[in-house]
């Protein structure tokens, strides 16, 4: 007679079939897992939230967004880095309801979820290494992701120097409209709605992080999750510059007409989170290395790092002003 | 202007204090951490849910125990692998009452909660690298440990033969012991009370893990969280073998005689979770080189594995009833 935790771990495992190999030589079911460094590397950790209301809503998310979406935005983290996945720990508390296999019944939620998780962890090569599960009223989920990275080639946040130029990568905001459409239960599939699709099963830019940090391209790199006018002051910050961005080279999301008097495109680019796009600097000389688009993924000269510790952009009629940080902040009053 | 959450992260650096140095190049602050691997080792990985309402009752548990503790449970892993401690990621969610300090408002549980964090991250040499923080009505704690293993000389589950002799480390059921007590109010501080101190600032056991997994004594391990009659299956079914153990061998607490109708020491220790004691298996040829006790730890001849899977335990009067799995099952009904 299994426990009932013992049937949902057996669940997971059977739905993300974790392979072993030499990379992996444990995988989930004992009391931790182990992993064999590849040598000459580093090892990137990092771990992400992912909580019922207050990042995802099950009425409106479908599961296997949740579940693809839990592990690719941890990904970015390892984007951002210039890394490549290894493996992951899922630690999900379920509803027992959703959690149980009970005669047929209650196994849509779950088997759905996995079916996104598992179809992200076999899209970015990151294989189920263990975790923790337990029962709660909320789904809560938490997911932590081991990367690796040439040992010294690791793109932080603090390498920025002044004169570097600022680049983002692919359409900011998309993902931003992508949620409002959902909000008001847009009946819309998301392989018709890029805004959408951006939104739901976003894509990590891992090959685009792993080409800058292989060519040292990128001074300085992180993803955007919160929006641009929150993180790029983080870039900043850490590096202890500032920055001046140009309002007219910020690649924003075409709003449909219909929608342009709800959202404004630029307030979009500049505070919507989600995008998992990276954001990277680039010292002058070897800005213009920078192509317009890599794998299909338009690369935007945006700005430049300065000197001075302020972060501005530039209006069209060539006055600043600053660039507030009206990102996602869980603690926003 | 700092945005809610940087100053959240700000709080917890500071408190924890993160020394950088060789093993930890990178800490909290980028997108993820950066950790060189120790040549020749493994790297170990585990992840542990510790959830208001189903881990701790903020009501009853000091702050300054649910820092403690929620390091010291996953660091029994690590100790169940023999592995020694690298560092951790924590995943915080707190209603902003207790995140935000306001004119010397709300400031109490979480400076006790990271003074315990960091008092348990000091004593066992595991230092914070990351992590991830959000606002949420109830105190969702999630914290990842990495750890460090000789290649090839971690202790698994799986590693259990007939005929070998079955040990756990310590006294098992004086955690739930300190639990009831905990429950019922008693007004009794953990320094003059055994069980309450073993339930709010568990030990987990690393010395001994590693002691074990280096002399190549234990050839299965894991470490005792849910209770003997659910974890000892576990390691079973894992390696395919069952077990008798004798009730007269199990060190079960000292109940007091105050409380000896409501509580049965047996039951305690059979089902009792929370001990974070490690359970271990040697070859009957090994079985005299474990002493009998390992750094003031008492460590117990249990019973012995057998071929037939079944778990069973030994009477007093030499009658054997199979051994129930009852200990904590968070989707028991």
New interface residues.
Partial sequence: ?K??????VQRIVKALAPEGGPWL??GV?????????R?G?????????F?EG??FLPGKHPADSIGWKCLARALS??A??G?EPR?F?L?L?LP?KL??KEKGRGTGWLDEFLDGLRRAARRFRCML????????REI?I?V?V??E?L?GR?V???GAKAGDRIFVSGTLGEAELGLQKLRQGARVSPRNDRALRKHLYPEPRLPLGQWLADRKLAGS???LSDGLS?DLP?LCA?SAVGARIHVAQIPSPKVPLSASRRFDALSLALNGGDDYELLFTVSANNAPRIPHSFQGIALTEIGEVTREQRVVMAQQDGTTKPLL?RGW?????
Same sequence: chains 1, 2.
């Fill in positions: 007679m426990a009932g935790e013992d049937k949902l030589p444990l079911g004992d009391d931790a897992a182990l992993l064999t460094p040598r590397y580093d090892t990137i950790l990092t771990c992400d939230w909580l207050t990042h983290d390892i951002a880095m890394g493996c720990l630690s508390a027992g959690a149980l290494a263990g975790g923790d599960t337990t029962q709660r809560l938490n932590t081991v990367g990275v040992a690791a932080l946040r603090s790199m992180m993803d929150s983080r850490a940080p902040d869980p603690f926003r009053k």
